[in-house]
C-alpha cells in the first residue's frame, strides 16, 4: 500500500455503499414477498423477524464477551475512582481540619 494514496475515503465509500446495497436487498426482498403474499404485513413481520434473530445470533456469538468485558473494566475503573475518592476525603478532612484549626487561632 502506497502512503500517497487516501485510504479512509475508499473505505468510507465502501461502507456506505454495502450499507446501501443491504437496505435494497431487504426492500426488494420484501416487495417480492408482498407480491406473493398479496399484502405488506406478513412480508415485514418475516423479514423483522429474520433480522431479529440474526441480530440476536450475532449478539450471543460475537458481542456478548465484549459488553461482559466492558462491564468488568467499569467495575474496576469504579472501584479505584472509589480508593481515591477515600484518599481525598482522608486528605480533605486532615487538610481541612488544620486550616479550621489555624483560623480559630487566628481569631483568639
Known amino acids: 500500500m502506497r502512503a500517497d ?3 479512509f475515503l475508499p473505505l468510507a465509500i465502501m461502507v456506505v455503499s454495502a450499507i446501501i446495497a443491504a437496505l ?3 426492500s426488494a426482498f420484501v416487495a417480492w414477498l408482498a407480491e406473493i403474499f398479496g399484502s405488506l404485513k406478513i ?10 434473530t440474526i441480530a440476536t445470533i450475532v449478539y450471543q456469538v460475537t458481542l456478548k464477551s465484549y459488553f461482559r468485558q466492558i462491564g468488568e473494566e467499569l467495575r474496576v475503573v469504579y472501584s479505584v475512582s472509589r480508593i481515591v ?4 476525603d482522608w486528605a480533605s478532612a486532615l487538610f481541612g481540619a ?3 484549626n489555624e483560623k480559630e487561632g487566628d481569631s483568639l
Open 5 to 7: 494514496r487516501p485510504f
Open 24 to 26: 435494497l436487498f431487504v
Open 43 to 52: 412480508p415485514c413481520l418475516i423479514v423483522g423477524a429474520f433480522m431479529a
Open 85 to 88: 475518592r477515600g484518599w481525598i
Open 98 to 100: 488544620t486550616a479550621d
